[in-house]
Antibody, heavy 122, light 107 residues
Framework: EVQLVESGGGLVQPGRSLRLSCAAS????????MYWVRQAPGKGLEWVSG????????GYADSVKGRFTISRDNAKNSLYLQMNSLRAEDTALYYC???????????????WGQGTLVTVSS | AIQMTQSPSSLSASVGDRVTITCRAS??????LGWYQQKPGKAPKLLIY???SLQSGVPSRFSGSGSGTDFTLTISSLQPEDFATYYC?????????FGGGTKVEIK
């Protein structure tokens, strides 16, 4: 059974940093592209970032480019999102999601975690 | 970035109705489009990928069509469990972009 479990969310002041993690199991993590998607309270879905199986292809939403960094550790079956210079508008539920394929080119997301909540407020 | 315009933003329908939701891309995206269903408090679920391919386990009443800039999600006979919010996603190129969502409510 595929499982994606996010962690690392919480309350943080504007301008500070936070690192999210996603622990994956039930599939061959090293063969899969991975993504972060967020959803602000009461709002729609916003794609945040994606990374291919070998970290050779990476993309970011314009709203987070230069502030957020996606990475992965295939030996630990883990995905990460380093979030710096956080703003109030980054407040959202952050989902980890698995690509249908290897992610060398972007694809759709066939499995999602349950999300971790990030609140940016003073 | 490619803009995805989804319509309508909401609709009211009855069980058994045929429902159609559309997404328009600001530029051609071949057939690189997926459709997701999200229920309150739950993670989204993939319904359709590559514009018209049904994801494993998804009922056949869901179908997708389109190519280039115009895409459609159709629910042939709406069931009680289909009341939810639906989103399209273009996976043609980074940055990926979602449509604004369509909330399907009970009439």
């Amino acid at each position: 059974e595929v499982q994606l479990v996010e962690s690392g969310g919480g309350l943080v002041q504007p301008g500070r940093s936070l690192r999210l993690s996603c622990a994956a199991s039930g599939f061959t993590f090293e063969d899969s592209g991975m993504y972060w998607v967020r959803q602000a309270p009461g709002k729609g879905l916003e794609w945040v970032s994606g990374i291919s199986w070998h970290s050779g292809s990476i993309g970011y939403a314009d709203s987070v480019k230069g502030r957020f960094t996606i990475s992965r550790d295939n030996a630990k079956n883990s995905l990460y999102l380093q979030m710096n210079s956080l703003r109030a508008e980054d407040t959202a539920l952050y989902y980890c999601a698995k690509d249908i394929g290897a992610g060398v080119v972007p694809g759709n997301f066939d499995y999602w975690g349950q999300g971790t909540l990030v609140t940016v407020s003073s | 970035a490619i803009q995805m315009t989804q319509s309508p933003s909401s609709l009211s329908a009855s069980v058994g109705d045929r429902v159609t939701i559309t997404c328009r891309a600001s530029q051609g995206i071949r057939n690189d489009l997926g459709w997701y269903q999200q229920k309150p408090g739950k993670a989204p679920k993939l319904l359709i990928y590559a514009a018209s391919s049904l994801q494993s386990g998804v009922p056949s009443r869901f179908s997708g069509s389109g190519s280039g800039t115009d895409f459609t999600l159709t629910i042939s006979s709406l069931q009680p469990e289909d009341f939810a919010t639906y989103y399209c996603l273009q996976d043609y190129d980074y940055p990926l972009t979602f449509g604004g969502g369509t909330k399907v409510e009970i009439k």
